[in-house]
Each structure stands twice: as structure tokens, then as C-alpha cells.
């Protein structure tokens, strides 16, 4: 794992004391997120302050994720550059209140924990095949959807720190632009 701190203060806690909420540590449960999660495009959609569209096609929407300049180095980042987010889904009743889903949504899932591999692995040669299964279309229709999402719901988005990033903020009460 690259970045045990993305997880925040808690995240780093429990990553050192071996702990989190999911019963076991947040470090096992990121290195399990990504090797059996569903990988799917995310692209960058602003680089300061840096937001990333994270597309799954069961929803067939995107959750963006904003993440602290101090947690990523923007001269790493570009808008429009390719990433991978590495999903697990939920199927409890109620959507996540910050998802949309679109025409292709697949109705099987209500919500979904996006991980961006590309902040939190060193490991390349698997993140470079991961995102070479992913089509062009996918690609842009993530982005596509993310910059409108950026359009419709400037205040609107989920802290991109691993630990958190299955909820989108407090500040829900936004209502779309025209």
C-alpha cells in the first residue's frame, strides 16, 4: 500500500493499531477492496482543489470525490488525466444521497464505495492492466458525467480518503444549478 494516510488521522490510527470499523484493519480491508473490487475509469476533473469523477457502471453514474492538496501533489495531476477507481457496492435500502443514476443503472446496487487505486498502491504493472480492460466510452462518459456533475453540484461531494470515501458530505442540502 502507497498511502496508509489517505485514510486520514483515523485511517493512519488505525492502519498503526491495526483496527477499524470494518472489523479488521483499514490496511486489509484497502488491500482487499483492491484486489477484488470492480475496476472502473475515474478521471480527474479539476486539479485545484483536485476533484475526481469515479464512474460504476451499475449505477451508471459517478461519485466525485475531493481530496486535500496535502494528500495528493497536483503537479501529479492533470484535468481529464485516467485513473482507476476500484468499486464494492451496497444494497441496503436508500440511495446514496449523492448519486444520480443514470439510464444504464443496473438496479441491483443503491450505493457504492469508490477507491482510487492509482493513490494507493505502488504496485504498476496491475494498475496499468486494470485500466487497459476499461474502454474508451467508459472513459468518457466519466468524465463527461463528472464535469456535469461539477456543473449541477459544485458543493457536493465525498471526502476521497479511503475510510470515507462510502459517504458523500453533510452538505447535501444543495440544490442543482440550472
Not at 461519485?63 to 495528493?72: C, G, R, T, V
Not at 492509482?118 to 474502454?135: A, N, S, V, Y
Amino acid at each position: 500500500m502507497q498511502r496508509p494516510d489517505l485514510g486520514g488521522f483515523g485511517g493512519a490510527w488505525d492502519w498503526w493499531l491495526g483496527f477499524s470499523e470494518w472489523g479488521r484493519s483499514s490496511v486489509i480491508y484497502i488491500e482487499e477492496h483492491l484486489r477484488f473490487g470492480d475496476s472502473r475509469a475515474a478521471v480527474v476533473i479539476e486539479a485545484d482543489p483536485i476533484y475526481v469523477a469515479a464512474y460504476t457502471d451499475e449505477l451508471d453514474c459517478v461519485a466525485m470525490l475531493k481530496f486535500e492538496p496535502s494528500e495528493i501533489s497536483l503537479s501529479e495531476l492533470k484535468v481529464g488525466q485516467k485513473l482507476v477507481t476500484i468499486n464494492t457496492y451496497d444494497f441496503t435500502p436508500g440511495l446514496g444521497s449523492d448519486l444520480h443514476p443514470g439510464p444504464g443503472a443496473t438496479g441491483r446496487f443503491v450505493n457504492f464505495h469508490p477507491l482510487i487505486a492509482d493513490f494507493l498502491t505502488d504496485d504498476g504493472e496491475p494498475l496499468c492492466e486494470r485500466k487497459q480492460t476499461i474502454g474508451k466510452d467508459e472513459w468518457r462518459r466519466a468524465f463527461e458525467l463528472g464535469k456535469e456533475y461539477r456543473r449541477l453540484y459544485p458543493s457536493m461531494f465525498r471526502p476521497g480518503r479511503a475510510v470515507h470515501s462510502f459517504h458523500a458530505t453533510s452538505d447535501l442540502t444543495h440544490k442543482p444549478t440550472s
